[in-house]
């Protein structure tokens, strides 16, 4: 029983922290959070240089 319950609570909680990444990155954007960015040739006005 306490098994069970933990379990579920390791699932519940990675799902919750799979979708808190997931929302985090597409508030940025498509450009920002890129691999890519930084030798990206496309005209994304969101990319900062650095």
Do not use: E, N, R
């Not at 519940?12 to 990206?40: P, R």
């Amino acid at each position: 029983m306490i098994a069970s319950i933990i379990i579920g609570a390791l699932i519940f909680g990675y799902a919750a922290f799979t979708l808190f990444k997931f929302f985090k990155k597409s508030k940025q954007g498509a450009c920002a959070h890129c691999s890519i960015k930084d030798s990206c040739q496309t005209s994304c006005s969101s990319v900062i240089k650095k």
